[in-house]
């Protein structure tokens, strides 16, 4: 069973997350020691589904490469904490892995608030610290040798790519923006502002919110009132399928989009028929998670097989970015050979590029279903892909001419 092949555990503490099957490290050649990736992650709190996407997603991944002979002779072990989805959870789990640990690389699989308590400490070294998730732009800003930012893509990027959409595509003259309280969130409004008033469209409304809330009775009343012709959501994904929800029961009848995290499952589960038509910005993959052909469909044909009693909602877009981030970092350490050290890691790191794990000479078993990675000595921002897409008969699609 590609079950188990895979070595994980979690810190004292840390907190747990059940799957429903059994793990376990390989047995492994004499003297040749697994290769520790520590990873802060929530699996508590109001981003826990980003951290139970990425705990299946590195699963998967380091389980095939485990079971075709790991790297260079040795297994992969992730050992994870739960940083509760707060940035003094997110400390404590970091101090947790990397205190007398032989952690070679630190991965992050939260948000941005947490992410941002931690990566000033980080920036220094010399533990490489590779960002999943997070697009604050502080995890990239002051630049550091030392971090890298695969499956994300920053909130200027992305804030930016939001503004041109809504004035040149869906052609809106006015816009009501509803945004969380994350740390991305608070970074991305003044750009999407700025960006779309200098495109001369009028904000006339500006709420937000707290990430957990259920009931947005106020801010959706205050919205309704401005009538815009469309409203903008930043916020986690069940925040944004709340949001969605309530605003098409309370009347509201402009345009939605949202950010990238409203490509999620979560979001059309939680809307429902209120999701229809709702437009949003994909950065996850090649191909839509939904997709059952190519090497999505034999993604999800794999993560059937691995996980069968999953629960529902998973995989995820967090599943699949968590997948292809992966492979990248296991590219940089197969490409450190013997010299398998921080500094040489962060070494390889910066030779990556055009990396898909499935499309590359080596990890040809892995199923291709990441977008590129780039990085270079100056630039650690991994992925700038961005793709406009909207609901359709209850499934995400692609935006034609995006």
């Given amino acids: 069973m590609i079950g188990r092949v895979f070595g994980r555990s979690r810190l004292p503490g840390a907190g747990a997350l059940s799957l429903g099957l059994l793990v376990a490290a390989s047995h492994l050649a004499a003297a040749q020691e697994p290769i520790m990736i520590g990873a802060h992650i929530p699996l508590t709190g109001a981003s826990s589904e980003l951290g139970q996407g990425f705990d299946y997603g590195a699963q998967l991944a380091f389980q095939e490469i485990n079971q075709h002979g790991g790297i260079n002779g040795h297994q992969l072990k992730l050992v994870e904490a739960d940083d509760q989805s707060t940035p003094n959870g997110a400390v404590t789990a970091v101090q947790r892995l990397t205190l007398g640990s032989k952690i070679l690389l630190l991965w992050n699989g939260s948000s941005s608030s947490p992410t941002v308590a931690v990566v000033p400490r980080m920036r220094t070294g010399p533990l490489p610290y590779y960002v999943g998730f997070a697009s604050d732009p502080r995890v990239l800003e002051p630049f550091s040798k030392y971090v890298f930012s695969g499956a994300a893509v920053p909130v200027a990027s992305i804030a930016a790519f939001v503004a041109d959409f809504i004035a040149s595509k869906l052609k809106a003259q006015s816009v009501a923006i509803l945004s969380c309280d994350q740390a991305n969130c608070k970074a991305s409004v003044p750009l999407l502002r700025?960006?779309?008033?200098?495109?001369?469209?009028?904000?006339?409304?500006?709420?937000?919110?707290?990430?957990?809330?259920?009931?947005?009775?106020?801010?959706?009343?205050?919205?309704?009132?401005?009538?815009?012709?469309?409203?903008?959501?930043?916020?986690?994904?069940?925040?944004?399928?709340?949001?969605?929800?309530?605003?098409?029961?309370?009347?509201?009848?402009?345009?939605?989009?949202?950010?990238?995290?409203?490509?999620?499952?979560?979001?059309?589960?939680?809307?429902?028929?209120?999701?229809?038509?709702?437009?949003?910005?994909?950065?996850?993959?090649?191909?839509?998670?939904?997709?059952?052909?190519?090497?999505?469909?034999?993604?999800?044909?794999?993560?059937?097989?691995?996980?069968?009693?999953?629960?529902?909602?998973?995989?995820?877009?967090?599943?699949?970015?968590?997948?292809?981030?992966?492979?990248?970092?296991?590219?940089?350490?197969?490409?450190?050979?013997?010299?398998?050290?921080?500094?040489?890691?962060?070494?390889?790191?910066?030779?990556?590029?055009?990396?898909?794990?499935?499309?590359?000479?080596?990890?040809?078993?892995?199923?291709?279903?990441g977008l590129a990675r780039t990085f270079s000595p100056t630039d650690h921002q991994g992925t700038k892909i961005l793709a406009p897409i909207v609901v359709k008969g209850g499934k995400f699609e692609a935006v034609p001419g995006g």
């Avoid at 979001?267 to 839509?288: K, N």
């Avoid at 910066?350 to 590359?360: E, L, R």
């Fill in 194 to 369: 700025k960006g779309l008033e200098a495109k001369g469209v009028k904000i006339v409304e500006d709420q937000n919110f707290h990430s957990g809330d259920t009931d947005f009775t106020g801010q959706i009343n205050a919205i309704k009132a401005a009538k815009p012709d469309l409203v903008q959501i930043w916020g986690l994904p069940a925040d944004g399928g709340r949001v969605v929800g309530q605003l098409r029961r309370a009347g509201v009848t402009a345009k939605i989009v949202g950010d990238t995290a409203m490509t999620d499952q979560a979001v059309l589960e939680l809307a429902g028929p209120a999701a229809e038509g709702m437009y949003a910005m994909w950065i996850a993959g090649a191909q839509f998670l939904t997709d059952g052909t190519g090497p999505m469909g034999e993604f999800r044909a794999r993560f059937a097989k691995a996980f069968p009693n999953a629960p529902v909602g998973m995989p995820n877009q967090y599943t699949i970015r968590a997948y292809a981030d992966a492979y990248v970092i296991a590219e940089a350490l197969r490409r450190a050979g013997s010299d398998l050290t921080q500094e040489n890691v962060v070494a390889q790191l910066d030779t990556i590029q055009n990396f898909v794990g499935g499309k590359d000479g080596y990890f040809t078993y892995a199923a291709a279903i």
